[in-house]
């Protein structure tokens, strides 16, 4: 039998038209439907081009590229927010590329690219915020939280969720945010305040926000385009840009070091560059900022003008050293709480 199948395949090799088509390894960190969307798109326009696609959290993406250094398995890694990207990029896990889209793009997303030394680059940009449920809210009596401060009121005991930095960028860049706005003690110290408002710690970014939809919890700390996607679904969702002021996100993309398919993914990495591309993601609900100048932005998507945003330091918090150190101190000093 061994026999037959390799003069099969000999054969098949032998005959015009037979070749196979060339393979792409994608780690996509963000919504699902999202990674779909642009998966079909691709394997439409690119038939010569089969896409293995699977969705993971920034952090479990950045735990897989450091676990498969040796021998990567993993050929481009897109969306996420950026902190792990960069350190990605800092340890030698991703390659550097300097794309011909570059010129195309806004400055926060070329601006990635250069700080990184051309590890990663911008795709997309976001606001952290919330989403809470207006009926939940309603019903129990309970004043919409506006700001930071707000969300240590006792009334909101069990109606709060956010997930956990070591697995969600989100998380992460929440974290971050709150360092940057009040100091690491202070910081700190609020998050244990707000771990008794805390029901879980989820491990993907936008689950809080499709929990609070789903009536299962009051309120979800996360990027506010989350929460946009869940309102234009039809939830009865309200956002919140917290009066303090807030932390972004620039969702990045990276090719591996050492892949085993560089010319796929360099072609992928290209063409989701594009404003055409770009342009097509609200059909996929999302509400991000696109990273091409040229893009059509969603209508719905919020507008970064109109928030109160944080000089965030995108070097210092993706650097690997800082970033360990503070996921650490989360571990030891939050995530070890107990359950409320």
Known sequence: MKAVKLA???????????ALADELNLICSADVVICEKLVNEFEASHSDIDVNMIRLSSGEAYAKVRAEARNPQTDLWWGGTGDPHLQAGQDGLSAQYKSPMLDQLQDWAKGQAEVSDFH?????SGALGWGYNKEIFEKKGIEPPKCWADLLDPALKGEVQIADPNSSGTAYTALATLVQ????DEAFDFLKKMHANVSQYTKSGSAPVK????????????FQHDAVSQ?????????????????????????IEGAQNPE??????DWVLTAEVQSLMPEAGSFQIPSNANATPPKEAPDLSTIK????????????????????????????????
């Open 120 to 124: 990663t680059v911008g795709v997309y």
């Open 181 to 184: 706005l009040m100091g690491e």
């Open 264 to 269: 796929a993914a360099r072609t992928f990495y």
């Open 211 to 222: 929990a609070a939809a789903r009536g299962e919890t009051g309120l979800g700390i996360v």
């Open 309 to 340: 945003l944080i000089d965030y330091d995108f070097a210092e918090y993706g650097d690997a050293d800082r970033r360990k150190a503070l996921l650490a101190r989360w571990d030891e000093e939050v995530g070890s709480l107990p359950v409320q």
């Open 231 to 255: 309102a234009v679904s039809g939830f009865p969702i309200g956002v919140v840009a917290p009066c303090e002021g807030t932390g972004y996100e620039i969702g990045s993309m990276s090719l």
């Open 8 to 18: 099969l395949l000999g054969t098949l090799v032998a005959m015009p038209g037979a």
